[in-house]
């Protein structure tokens, strides 16, 4: 029982050293492409290939349309692709980026080589040759070569010299590697940023509020016992709402460690996606926090508002009621007529004695 088991051992040892039926061996890698390359053998030998092939070390490919992916026996995947600069990949161990781009897909840790640098991937990573630059997608990226430069955390990027530091990737929508790991920050960030800019606008106001300006706008804030003055720093309302919202809706630390690396992401530069992204939140929450709380009615700012000028700017004008409106308006009358001439006055004591006169002659002639 014991040398069977010892037999087997042995078998699958010796299967694993030459590798599955379809898997390359330790000094080959498989190419599959979708489009067309060109191969080039250490000999000069030049062959254009538009269908998978197995290749040797030694060996050079050129996407020249298309894209195109290298296996190798480690389990390392790499992705190729044609481009204003085509990727041109030596097959090696590790790889060598020639020209253009590689994408790291599979097979962490992978490593791949550009000029005397090697860079060890523990995720999705974009190695650019144009300007010698390290993306890390996902995970981390060790560099070796690059003087004191020695990492590169997951979205952030560096340029391969000395003196680089890292800070947060910028994003290309037209870019189809970027677009397939960064889609969803890009459009939710893309959100977030439109609404913290025009809440700010809005409130045309830039200082920190209090502590209960926040919770009346994102009533879960009032649940978290450690949110309190002192993590209101002098930023936009707008930015304050969109970094406490992801705040609250992560699980990983303490909400003032949570608090504390979503504001310290942003302030190195990086978009709100991809400080949602870093915190691992989803994006409907989150924007569904951020849109309430932008609609919400604005709470005053100030302790008390006594003054008919402040008043004036907090709220609309009251509507009058009944009572204070005063008298319903009535339509205008026309002017009275011009008055009788009076029947009393100065002009009496000029008729009196001709109506005298006038009754005693009636009175002679008997009439």
């Known amino acids: 029982m014991t040398r069977r088991l010892a037999a087997l051992v042995v078998g699958l040892l010796v299967l694993a050293s030459c590798g599955d039926g379809d898997g390359p061996a330790a000094d080959e890698a498989r190419l599959e492409v979708d489009g067309s390359v060109t191969v080039v053998a250490p000999d000069g030998t030049v062959e254009t290939l538009t269908d998978a092939a197995t290749l040797d070390f030694g060996d050079r490919v050129t996407v020249d349309d298309g894209t195109a992916t290298v296996a190798m026996a480690g389990g390392q995947e790499y992705e190729l692709r044609a481009g204003p600069v085509p990727s041109e990949l030596e097959i090696a161990s590790p790889p060598v980026l020639l020209d253009g781009d590689v994408l790291v897909v599979a097979g962490f840790p992978a490593q791949v080589r550009h000029g005397t640098t090697t860079v060890s991937a523990l995720g999705a990573m974009k190695l650019v040759s144009s300007v010698p630059s390290v993306v890390s997608y996902a995970g981390r990226a060790r560099i070796d070569g690059a003087g004191r430069l020695d990492e590169v955390a997951g979205l952030h990027q560096v340029v391969l010299t000395s003196s680089a530091v890292p800070e947060p990737l910028t994003y290309d929508g037209s870019d189809a590697w970027d677009r397939r790991h960064l889609a969803e920050a890009m459009a939710f960030g893309g959100r977030l940023e439109a609404l913290a800019r025009g809440y700010a606008a809005d409130q045309d106001a830039t200082g920190a509020r209090s502590v209960s300006f926040y919770e009346a706008v994102i009533p879960s804030l009032a649940d978290e016992r450690e949110f309190s003055a002192d993590l209101l720093a002098d930023r936009s309302v707008g930015e304050t709402i969109v970094g406490a919202s992801i705040a609250t809706q992560g699980r990983d630390g303490t909400f003032r460690e949570r608090w504390g690396e979503v504001f310290s992401f942003r302030d190195e530069g990086a978009a709100w996606g991809l400080v949602a992204l870093d915190q691992g939140v989803s994006s409907a929450p989150v924007l569904d926090m951020v849109e309430l709380a932008v609609s919400a009615p604005r709470p005053s700012t100030s302790t008390t508002s006594t003054s008919t000028s402040t008043s004036s700017s907090t709220s609309p004008p009251p509507v009058p009621t009944t009572e204070d409106a005063g008298p319903e308006p009535t339509t205008p009358r026309p002017p009275d007529p011009d008055p009788a001439p009076p029947t009393t006055g100065l ?21």
Do not use: H, K
Request: no cysteine.
């Open 347 to 367: 002009l009496d004591a000029v008729l009196d004695p001709v109506a005298s006169i006038l009754e005693d002659l009636l009175g002679v002639i008997g009439l």
